[in-house]
């Protein structure tokens, strides 16, 4: 229903939006599509008037694998292409700290990398109890421009974002919990992010809406204050000798 690839759907259910990342076969890993449409996706979200709450998930067994090795790859090597994505990162960062509709994230499989992201940036996470987050930025020579560092000394202590974010150690859902990363670990994240999705929808919305904005502001000053240094910091890792080393050798196991 809106204008994006196929890397992502959108479904109307009455008020509720039900956004699915949609790479299945590949764990929802993002390619330049799946990243393009990211970025394009909140802004269209925010000019829906009848939407009223959104639904964030991933199409079969993950929510996202994080980036795929052989996009990773081309940004490393295509000047072009890295400064749209990075323009995009931010587009899709700033978007969804601002869209008006809340947006509650259901992490039905492991969320790596952006889809860790996309998790901090939600306004109310349940997750399955296999799931798990990760970001990975800096064990593949990235700093994460759009990663969970932007976010998560907002949600957690700082002390425990440094651990996480400078090992890239996997976060299990109940460990994401306890950490304040995600609000509920769950049997079916999908079924209980659409009712709490539907109880948001049915609140006076300009009250739900307002508070949203009031609480995000927050977040948004936390993002402006890292944005820029962190995009400079990551144009110039992936053009570092110890990020094309790794993707090398990851492309490598993976052919």
């Not at 259901?106 to 109310?124: I, K, T, W, Y």
């Not at 539907?198 to 009031?214: D, N």
Request: a negative charge.
């Amino acid at each position: 229903m809106y204008d994006l690839p196929a890397e992502i759907t959108v479904e109307a259910d009455g008020p509720l939006r039900v956004i699915t990342l949609n790479r299945p076969e590949a764990l929802n890993a993002v390619n330049d599509a799946l990243h393009t449409g990211l970025a394009r996706l909140w802004p269209q979200l925010n000019e829906d008037h009848q939407a009223r709450a959104a639904v964030l998930t991933g199409a079969g067994t993950a929510f996202s694998a994080g980036g795929d090795f052989a996009y990773l790859a081309e940004l490393g090597g295509d000047a072009a292409l890295r400064a749209k994505t990075i323009a995009h990162g931010r587009d899709l960062v700033l978007g969804m700290v601002r869209t008006r509709v809340p947006v509650i994230a259901a992490v039905n499989g492991p969320a790596v990398g952006l889809g860790c992201s996309l998790v901090a940036l939600s306004d109310v996470a349940y997750i399955a109890e296999t799931a798990y987050l990760k970001d990975p930025h800096v064990q593949v020579g990235l700093v994460a421009a759009d990663g969970g560092p932007l976010t998560w000394p907002l949600h957690t202590s700082l002390l425990l974002a440094k651990e996480y974010a400078l090992t890239g150690a996997k976060i299990s859902a109940e460990r994401a919990r306890e950490m304040g990363l995600v609000n509920h670990v769950v049997a079916d994240p999908l079924a209980e992010a659409l009712a709490c999705a539907k109880r948001v929808a049915e609140l006076p919305r300009q009250a739900v809406e307002s508070t949203k904005r009031m609480l995000n502001l927050h977040l948004e000053r936390a993002v402006l204050a890292t944005l820029d240094y962190a995009n400079i910091a990551e144009d110039l890792t992936f053009q570092s000798a110890d990020f094309h080393a790794t993707i090398a050798k990851l492309t490598a196991k993976r052919s």
